[in-house]
């Protein structure tokens, strides 16, 4: 059962537009989400986080947004840049004691930026 | 710091052979994992170990084992390759967890198996 939803496989957006990637999770537990970035050939790299004593978190162009009643939450990227093409995975934790920093990944949703 | 390395970075199996993929870590993480990723699919959870000599299942374990013996060291093991095992193997550290209970994952470029 997959308890993060990347309901979107793919997105495309213009260069120097905003990109908004959802994320769906149905787990109350999760109360700490990561976007990871990942490019072909390579291993996820880490992008940003939110914890869910928060709504809001902001890194550079990078902003993530957490709607805890809907158990949803959205990376958006402003502006966006053919650099930021990848495939942007989701991942939530629920910070219990003992369970090893444990991660659910989302399947993914792949951006492409065109120039 | 090399950061998470994994070999081989490819491989190719008949079925019912064994083998080991190797993960190094150089950053003193107390945490490891090992995740297969499917087409189209996200990350699953295959093994953790949260020090050496103590290892735990995660979402998908069967066909694999694992060990660790040192703090930098957290080989997978195949026993019978099927061709359900062919993914994208991915092995991950981190840190004891911060004053948030959480904390990132650091990845390694990944293992493409192939199995036939």
């Known amino acids: 059962d997959q308890q993060v939803k990347q309901n979107s496989p793919s997105l495309s957006v213009q260069e120097g537009r905003i990109s908004i990637l959802n994320c769906d999770y149905t787990?109350?537990?999760?109360?700490?989400f990561l976007w990871y970035k990942k490019y072909p050939a390579e291993g996820p790299t880490f992008l940003i986080s939110?914890?869910?004593?928060?709504d809001k978190n902001e890194d550079g162009r990078f902003t993530v947004f957490l709607n805890k009643s809907a158990k949803h939450l959205s990376l958006h990227i402003v502006p966006s840049q053919p650099g930021d093409s990848a495939v942007y995975f989701c991942?939530?934790?629920?910070?219990?004691?003992?369970?090893?920093?444990?991660?659910?990944f989302g399947t993914g949703t792949s951006l492409t930026v065109i120039p | 710091n090399a950061g998470v390395t994994q070999t081989p970075k490819f491989r190719i199996l008949k079925i019912g052979q064994s083998m080991t993929l190797q993960c190094t870590q150089d950053?003193?993480?107390?945490?490891m994992y090992w995740y297969r990723q499917d087409p189209g699919m996200g990350l699953k959870l295959i093994y953790y170990?949260?020090?050496?000599?103590?290892?735990d299942k995660g979402e998908v374990p069967n066909g694999y084992n694992v060990s660790r013996s040192t703090t930098e060291d957290f080989p997978l093991r195949l026993e019978l390759a099927a061709p359900s095992q062919t993914s994208v193997y991915f092995c991950?550290?981190?840190?004891?967890?911060?004053?948030?209970?959480?904390?990132?994952?650091?990845f390694g470029p990944g293992t493409r198996l192939t199995v036939l």
């Open positions: 939110i914890s869910s004593i928060k």
């Open positions: 991942a939530a934790s629920a910070s219990l004691p003992n369970t090893g920093n444990q991660f659910y």
């Open positions: 787990n109350s537990m999760f109360d700490y």
């Open positions: 991950a550290s981190s840190p004891l967890p911060g004053l948030a209970g959480v904390d990132e994952q650091f």
């Open positions: 170990s949260v020090g050496a000599g103590i290892t």
């Open positions: 950053m003193n993480h107390n945490y």
